[in-house]
């Protein structure tokens, strides 16, 4: 979330979409509730079914799953052409006024630098044109036809209401009426929060649904202010964490990055992170990235990391491509992979391709299992009639299961959606043998050191230069674990300005990040959670719910990343001149010295908007504000363009009908037999998309005797019209089937799955609520992914368990 | 299960000496906001857990609403309903209605007017009606003199069940379980007329958004109720699966409690030497294998909690 939980009862218009937030988040949700009741707001629900947020909403508009770019494209282009945006903060705050260089193209539906072998864009032809300081040019009215504004303008005006219309089969004017609706909060006393989920992240081009998101609430001047943002729903409690602290395969904590092959010196690896400003003083706080990388090498290897060895760069591995999920169980199925540590995780309920994921486990020697439950994962070897029809025999991987603690077993933090780190305290004893994850881990690692440190190896190094300074070596404690991440100094860090002054003794944690540094004085495991835990002790535990300003922002309540700042961007919630652009939901404006208010500011809190050159609010990118465009980063082009899902029930791109490179993503990664195990129409005719349902968590919950009992047993969801067409009857038991397996279980016949019409053909829908399979102590069933396609965005490698094609018959 | 006392007894099944008078009590009432619930069903998990009852684990019918009914071990269900209304802006309309079921706590209470066993039923001060199980003859009457269709008999142990608007936790000061565990605020809890000028708000806010019609559900047939709803459409009650437009105690509760009681009453004491006649001439009724094997397999149903 750029904003935060409690933050969108300050909304005047709340659109959920790409998600279900009364379904999936339901206590979160009542802060819509809240705004509604206490704000007037508005709620539009965008969604392929009229879900449980629909029934509180004030205006549903339905859509083909996997067509959100071109719902939210044709919304850019109602916004653009009816000049319906938030100009002032357009042209201060986004780089629509920043000019592109003439190489930049988009034709056919493919942008220039496309490698067809590869599937891979080279980005060298988007960036913008840079004047002789190597300054990015820009034209203040906006008016250059190069200019991000007007490239815009072109590249959405294609996206009319009757193209919206043919491709999302969203009816002209409830689309219409949605555009309205948004358009009303592109003034500066009105404001919009987006709430969306895995509905806009699990597609093969989820980041750009996202981005598009993004660029509507630019344009509206709704980013950065109480009651706006782009508000990411995590769907685990700490999920959030997860990301923050780095646990993907090229990540590091805190979004630094592990470096890739061609990186094989500290100096290259810099360069494309440590960016340097595009524009005069901003503060391109990536610049930065030095002193959070040394501080995280020195946390993990302590003395070992040295100025003379680049800090133990060479600690790190290389990465040669993405080892994703999918990426290891296409290994796996390749014999490459042999041996799988699963730590709280069930493969072989949420990943897709049920029949692959048990196929890559069964080539393994061993699997390593560590969870509080039994899982489809920890049993997947073992028959369980058709919900599992596996041989027992013909399987030989060695299946070792680790009893762990679940959440409430356990001290530690959380961090939720809205980036707050909470503390909380151990709740009960865990059951039998279980122990902590963090132990078992624990043992694990000293069982591996022990064996390099008596037989060496090919480089012991890493592993046995670890840090490794808990009290309990077995059992490190999840208040030390913090105190590290945090960070402390090693050393005296000194004041740059007054090097007499000492800022942090040796020895003392760090108040904030902005106390870190390159030189191996500091060392901090996740810089952006610098602060949690400081001298003054834990701050996660805080629980003063005050809030002296009546928007919600209890500053005292646990500690937000970063810097227990709540609203990213709050800046922004200021007009250029400093002073808010809404008296009357202040975030943080300009004193006449410095930044105050209401957040902890988002900006060098001296930086007087007075300046020549003021420091603009989005002090992360190296433009110092939002990218509209986006020169770099994204792998399927600068600017979100509608693609067909790589399984669509539409033979071509209505965007761009003759050209069958530009059906579906052009970037996105299919290995070589996914391909062949995609659906075509003509068996498949129906759209599926699968989902979560209020009554349980995931797979877990099955387990659950009450959550058992308000929702027993598998079903599918479908229309009324697909259901007499197929004469399937309410509560009759039917078989679900894609090209990659089947499902069977009850069928529940409903209105709330409108049939759609996308350019003259009839589109059904498939409702498949996640939840059941065949362990539990609810009705045993299929597991939905069974059935789901094995590709994932081009740039997060996410699954597209959102759209894809399957076939419906009576069982 | 209550934890209020004998002075706070208001009315009481099948008796005729007075209730105390003494003690002044607020009326209280759960005020069920249906425009902002979404069906999430902790109500009916925070139900289970503070009155310690397990339903069986069933089947989908073709619905959300699960367990599909109330039954002895379910106090509180959601019914979702689908329908389509008529607007003036948008035309037809689709509209997914929750509604949370359960006892409505009606000031004249037709279980308690129609409850033959002394104390089974009593009804509180505050307005709350509870079910004294260890009085219940599971005769079922109760649910007969229901306008709402609530009580149901226990087949393990013939005793009558509903929600008791948690009166164990209210005697001690707490709101209900379900109000406690609503995660939007759409279960609300207090007296009487803070509960009124609450739904008062809530049914401006309905209107401002189009819904002429929006009102409170407290029906006058049956006195009003400790229970009540904000409906968005409260012209037609019916359409929130099948909540009665018009409730009234049963005319034959009514006439039950009035003149045909005492000739009732007169039948049964003609069954009664009707029975001892049949014992004299026929002899007794002996248990038959076959009710053995009944009772055997009640009782396994009753041990095995899934």
């Known amino acids: 979330m750029t904003n935060h939980w409690v933050d969108i009862k300050n909304a005047d218009v709340v659109l959920i979409m790409g998600g279900n937030a009364a379904e999936a988040h339901p206590c979160g949700f009542k802060w819509v509730i809240e705004a509604k009741h206490h704000n007037k707001a508005k709620l539009i629900v965008v969604d392929p079914r009229f879900t449980r947020s629909a029934a509180m909403s004030d205006y549903y508009a339905p859509i083909r799953a996997g067509s959100d770019i071109a719902f939210l494209g044709g919304v850019l282009n109602y916004l653009l052409s009816k000049d319906q945006i938030q100009r002032e903060y357009v042209k201060n705050y986004t780089n629509a006024p920043f000019i592109i260089g003439e190489g930049f193209g988009f034709v056919d539906g493919l942008f220039s630098g496309y490698d067809e072998t590869k599937r891979r864009y080279d980005a060298k032809s988007w960036e913008y044109e840079l004047d002789d300081h190597g300054f990015a040019k820009v034209d203040p009215t906006m008016e250059h036809p190069r200019c991000v504004l007007q490239v815009m303008k072109r590249h959405y005006a294609r996206y009319t209401p009757e193209m919206v219309s043919k491709i999302t089969g969203t009816p002209k004017d409830k689309f219409l009426k949605v555009c309205e609706m948004i358009a009303t909060t592109a003034v500066p006393g009105k404001a919009m929060t987006v709430m969306y989920a895995l509905g806009w992240t699990q597609h093969s081009q989820g980041s750009q649904m996202i981005r598009t998101g993004a660029i509507m609430q630019l344009l509206l001047g709704n980013i950065g202010i109480a009651g706006g943002g782009m508000n990411a729903l995590r769907g685990h409690s700490n999920i959030q964490g997860l990301t923050d602290l780095g646990l993907l395969s090229n990540s590091l904590p805190g979004y630094l990055s592990l470096a890739t092959d061609a990186e094989q010196d500290l100096e290259t690896y810099y360069k494309p992170r440590a960016l340097k400003p595009l524009r005069p003083n901003q503060m391109s706080y990536w610049q930065n990235y030095p002193k959070f990388f040394v501080s995280l090498q020195k946390a993990w290897w302590g003395k070992a990391a040295t100025a003379e060895n680049s800090w133990a760069f060479h600690y790190l591995p290389k990465i040669d491509k993405l080892y994703d999920v999918l990426q290891a169980f296409e290994l796996m199925n390749q014999g490459k992979l042999n041996g799988y540590i699963c730590q709280g995780f069930n493969p072989v309920g949420s990943f897709p391709n049920k029949k692959k994921i048990v196929a890559g486990l069964s080539k393994l020697k061993y699997l390593v299992i560590i969870d509080p439950l039994t899982t489809e994962t920890a049993e997947f070897w073992k028959n369980y009639g058709e919900h599992n029809d596996v041989k027992s025999e013909d399987i030989q991987t060695t299946v070792f299961r680790f009893p762990s603690t679940c959440f409430a077993e356990e001290d530690g933090s959380l961090t939720n959606s809205s980036r707050w780190l909470q503390w909380h305290s151990k709740g009960a004893e865990p059951p039998g043998e279980a122990r902590g994850d963090v132990e078992i881990i624990a043992d694990i690692f000293h069982r591996i050191k022990t064996a390099y440190v008596k037989e060496g190896g090919a480089f012991p190094d890493p592993i046995v230069n670890l840090t490794w300074s808990y009290k309990i070596p077995h059992k490190p404690s999840a208040e030390e674990l913090a105190m590290e991440f945090n960070g402390k100094a090693i050393t005296d860090v000194l004041d740059p300005k007054d090097p007499a002054k000492v800022l942090v003794k040796a020895g003392e944690q760090v108040s904030g990040f902005g106390l870190l540094r390159d030189d191996g004085s500091t060392a901090s495991g996740c810089w952006i959670f610098a602060g949690a835990w400081t001298q003054a002790g834990n701050q996660m535990a805080r629980r003063d719910n005050a809030d002296p300003w009546g928007l919600g922002q209890t500053l005292g309540w646990a500690w937000a990343w970063p810097a227990n700042r709540r609203i990213l961007y709050n800046a922004a919630s200021s007009a250029p001149d400093g002073k808010p652009w809404d008296a009357t939901r202040k975030l943080v404006q300009w004193s006449g010295t410095s930044w105050v208010g209401a957040d902890v500011p988002d900006i060098r809190p001296d930086a007087d908007p007075a300046e020549a050159d003021r420091v603009q609010p989005f002090i992360m990118t190296s433009e110092g504000v939002a990218r509209l465009f986006a020169p770099t980063g994204m792998a399927e082009g600068p600017l979100p363009e509608h693609y067909e899902p790589f399984e669509s029930p539409l033979a071509n791109n209505p965007m761009h009908p003759n050209n069958p490179k530009a059906r579906a993503n052009p970037a996105a990664r299919v290995f070589k037999g996914d391909m062949e195990a995609f659906g075509s129409p003509k068996d498949f005719p129906y759209v599926a998309t699968s989902y979560r349902l209020t009554e349980h968590f995931h797979y877990w919950t099955k387990n659950v005797l009450t959550s058992a009992i308000i929702q027993p047993q598998q079903f599918v969801e479908i229309g009324e019209q697909l259901a007499q067409a197929k004469g399937i009857e309410n509560g009759g038991w039917v078989k679900v089937s894609s090209n990659r397996g089947f499902i069977k279980c009850v069928a529940v016949v409903t209105k709330r799955i409108p049939q759609l019409d996308c350019d003259g053909i009839k589109v059904d829908t498939v409702g498949l609520p996640n939840h059941w399979g065949f362990v539990g102590i609810a009705k045993p069933g299929y597991l939905v992914n069974t059935l789901t396609p094995f590709v994932g965005d081009a740039n997060t490698q996410t699954p597209e368990y959102k759209s894809f094609l399957v076939n419906i018959e009576k069982a | ?306």
């Open chain 2, 1 to 306: 299960m209550s934890s209020l006392q004998s002075l706070d007894i208001a009315a009481r099944s099948a008796t005729t000496t007075p209730s105390p008078q003494v003690r002044k009590t607020p009326e209280l009432a759960k005020l069920i906001d249906v425009s902002s619930c979404i069906g999430c069903k902790a109500c009916q998990v925070a139900c289970m857990q503070w009155n310690d009852l397990r339903d069986e684990v069933g089947d989908n019918i073709g619905t959300y609403d699960n367990p599909r009914d109330l039954t002895p071990e379910s106090w509180t269900v959601m019914r979702f309903s689908e329908v389509e209304t008529q607007t003036k802006d948008e035309g037809t309309r689709l509209e997914w209605l929750i509604r949370k079921d359960g006892c409505m706590h009606g000031e004249d209470p037709g279980c308690l007017k129609a409850c033959p066993a002394p104390g089974a039923i009593v009804q509180y001060t505050n307005g709350i009606v509870d079910f004294i199980s260890e009085n219940c003859i599971g005769c079922g009457y109760c649910i007969k003199g229901c306008p709402f269709n609530i009580p149901r008999i226990s087949p393990v142990d013939h005793k009558s069940y509903k929600c008791t608007l948690c009166s164990d936790r209210v005697g001690v000061g707490l709101e209900p379980a379900c109000v406690k565990a609503c995660p939007t605020g759409a279960i609300m809890f207090g007296s009487k007329s803070d509960m009124a000028s609450w739904a008062g708000e809530r049914i401006e806010d309905l209107k401002s958004r189009g819904f002429a019609n929006a009102g409170l559900y407290d029906p006058p047939g049956v006195g009003g109720t400790h229970v009540m709803y904000v409906l968005h459409h409260a012209d037609r009650p019916s359409l929130y699966a099948g909540l009665p437009d018009k409730p009234r105690i049963s005319m034959f509760v009514e006439a039950w409690k009035g003149m045909f009681k005492p000739v009732a009453l007169a039948g049964i004491a003609v069954a009664a030497v009707a029975g001892f006649l049949h014992w004299v001439v026929t002899g007794p009724n002996d248990v038959q294998p076959k009710d053995d094997a009944e009772a055997e397999h009640l009782r396994q149903k009753a041990d095995d909690p899934t």
